[in-house]
Structures are given as structure tokens and as C-alpha cells.
């Protein structure tokens, strides 16, 4: 089997490991993570065994990046010259993806990165379960329970 360039690689699975890490890491961290999938990926495509799946690998490359970014975001400080009456709502999530950002981010970890996994990147929950550390029914579940909370806040918002 001849192993395919890694530009045709990007080509072809770039754009959903690039809606998965929206989903898992939200619009302003998003473009890093991938960045960071595709690198880390770039040293060790020549080593990836010939019969690997490339998209379930590039997905768990991004699972460990968004991981990263996650962490790190929580260390990091925000600077400011003065403590804010209220909130900003300039350059929030919320505010570049809309409603489905919003219910995306009230799920759990675990249910948020399952519903990436799933239905953004379209992996068998057999994979995600490898790439997650549990079982395959586990992540059955927590896809289920996010999307029955993701269903329950749409119906709420379309009603008057």
C-alpha cells in the first residue's frame, strides 16, 4: 500500500478535525488546536502503520490537543486595567456560533467531546471509546444523555 502525501491527508480530513475541535475547544481556540493536531500529526504520519485509521488518529490527536488548550486555559490570567461593572460579551464563544455554542458548552466534558466525536467527526463509538479511556457503552451514554440535553434546549428555544 503506497502511503498517501500528507497534504492530501490535511486535504481530506482537515475540515472535520477542524469542527471537532470547534465543538470540543469553541471558535477562539479552535484554529490552535488544529494547528496542533496537524503538527504533532506531520511527525508522526511516516511512522503510522499502513492499515491505521488516519481519521479516527487525527481525532485523538485533537482530543489530546483540546485537552491541552483546556488546561491551559484555566491557568491563564486575564489581564485588565480595570475590574468590568458586568461581563464582556466581545469575543465570547456565544457570540460567534450562536445557540448551538451555547448548549455545546453547558454539556459536560465528557458529553460535549463524545458529541464531537460522533456526530461532527462521524467516529464508532468503539474509537471514541479508545480515544476518550472508557468503554464503548460508556460513550454510547454520555452521546445520548448530550444529545438529549442538546434536543431539550432547542425545543425550549423554539418556543414563544
Known amino acids: ?26 471558535p477562539v481556540d479552535a484554529e490552535d488546536a488544529w494547528s496542533e493536531t496537524f503538527l504533532s500529526a506531520l511527525r508522526a504520519y511516516p511512522d503510522l502503520p499502513d492499515d491505521a485509521d488516519v481519521g479516527a488518529w487525527l481525532v485523538t490527536i485533537a482530543h489530546r490537543k483540546a485537552i491541552d488548550i483546556t488546561r491551559a486555559r484555566a491557568r491563564r490570567a486575564v489581564p485588565v486595567h480595570e475590574v468590568p461593572d458586568r461581563p464582556s460579551t466581545r469575543g465570547r464563544p456565544e457570540d460567534w456560533d450562536g ?18 466525536y460522533h456526530y461532527v467527526a462521524g467516529l464508532p463509538y468503539k474509537d471514541i471509546a479508545t480515544i476518550t479511556g472508557g468503554s464503548t457503552d460508556a460513550a454510547r451514554r454520555a452521546a445520548a444523555d448530550g444529545m438529549k440535553t442538546l434536543r431539550a434546549t432547542y425545543q425550549q428555544g423554539a418556543k414563544p
Open 1 to 26: 500500500m503506497t502511503v498517501k502525501p500528507f497534504e492530501q491527508v490535511v486535504d481530506e480530513h482537515g475540515p472535520a478535525v477542524l469542527r471537532v475541535c470547534r465543538a470540543v475547544v469553541g
Open 99 to 116: 445557540d448551538l455554542w451555547t448548549a455545546l458548552a453547558q454539556l459536560p466534558d465528557k458529553q460535549r467531546a463524545v458529541v464531537a
